[in-house]
C-alpha cells in the first residue's frame, strides 16, 4: 500500500546521505523539510527534486539549520509546524566524523563531533518530542553509524558519540507512549563528504584504504523509506546497512 503523505524533517541535508534521503522521501510523496548550514545546497536540492514532487505530490522546503543551537533546532520545528500544522516524522541525519588518534589531541575536534553527533541529536528530540506527544503521533529516525556498534583506531571519540546516539535513541523508544516510533539506522561504509573532514594525516590514509568498498547512500534513503513506510503498529527499531565487502 502506499505511503500516507507525511511531514518529514530531515537535518544535514545538504550532501550525503540526508541529502539522498531528503530525495527519495521527496519521491515517495512526502512534504520534507529540509535543514542544514548551506543554504546554497539546499536551494539546489529543491530544484533537483522539483520533477519528483511534481509527479508524486511531495516537495521540499529548504530551511538553514545549526543544529548545536537549540534555539535554532526549535525554530526548525516551529518553523516546519507553522507551514503544514503537523510534523510527522524527525529525521535526525546530521553528523561530523574527524577521525584522529587520541594522541594527536585535537580537542577542538572532540569538541565539535560532540556537539554536533550527540548535542545536535538532542536538540531535535527536546523540538520534536513535545509536539509529537500533543498530537499523539510521531517518528524519530537518527542516522547512526557501525561505529555505534564498534569501535577502531582513530575513531574514539567518533564512535562514543555513535553509541551516544544509538543509546539515547534506543532510551527514547523504551520512554516514549507507544504512539511514537523510533528508529536507529546505521549505515557502514558510504559514500559521502564525512572523510573530507579529517584533518588527521594518518587517519585520512587509512580512511582511503577503509572506504575502497562503499555503497551510495540511496542504499540508506530505502532503508530510511522502508521504516516510514510501514502501518502505525509497526516499529522498526534498528537497520543495519552495510556494504557487502565490510566485515
Not at 31 to 46: E, I, K, M, P, S
Not at 147 to 173: N, Q, S, W
Amino acid at each position: 500500500m502506499p505511503t500516507a503523505p507525511k511531514v518529514v524533517l530531515v537535518t544535514g541535508a545538504s550532501s550525503g546521505i540526508g541529502a539522498a534521503v531528503a530525495t527519495r522521501l521527496v519521491a515517495d510523496g512526502h512534504q520534507v523539510v529540509a535543514g542544514a548550514r548551506r543554504t546554497d545546497r539546499l536551494q539546489a536540492l529543491a530544484e533537483t527534486t522539483a520533477g519528483a514532487a511534481d509527479r508524486s505530490g511531495g516537495g521540499l522546503f529548504p530551511v538553514r539549520l545549526d543544529v548545536t543551537d537549540r534555539a535554532d533546532v526549535a525554530d526548525f520545528v516551529a518553523a516546519a509546524r507553522e507551514r503544514y500544522g503537523r510534523v510527522d516524522v524527525l529525521v535526525s541525519n546530521a553528523g561530523i566524523m574527524p577521525l584522529s588518534r587520541l594522541d594527536s589531541l585535537l580537542v577542538d575536534e572532540w569538541d565539535r563531533m560532540i556537539d554536533v553527533n550527540v548535542r545536535g541529536l538532542l536538540h531535535g528530540i527536546a523540538a520534536a518530542l513535545p509536539v509529537f506527544t500533543a498530537q499523539g503521533s510521531g517518528h524519530f529516525v537518527t542516522v547512526a553509524s557501525t561505529g555505534a556498534r564498534e569501535v577502531v583506531p582513530t575513531a574514539a571519540v567518533y564512535c562514543g558519540t555513535k553509541y551516544a546516539a544509538r543509546a539515547i535513541t534506543e532510551g527514547l523508544r523504551q520512554e516514549s507512549s507507544p504512539f511514537i516510533r523510533v528508529t536507529t539506522v546505521s549505515p557502514g561504509v558510504v559514500t559521502s563528504e564525512l572523510a573530507d573532514t579529517i584533518t588527521d594525516p594518518g587517519a585520512a590514509e587509512a580512511m582511503r584504504t577503509y572506504r575502497a568498498h562503499a555503497i551510495g547512500p540511496d542504499a540508506i534513503a530505502g532503508a530510511v523509506s522502508y521504516a516510514l513506510a510501514q502501518p502505525p503498529d509497526v516499529d522498526v527499531n534498528e537497520i543495519v546497512v552495510r556494504p557487502v565487502h565490510q566485515r
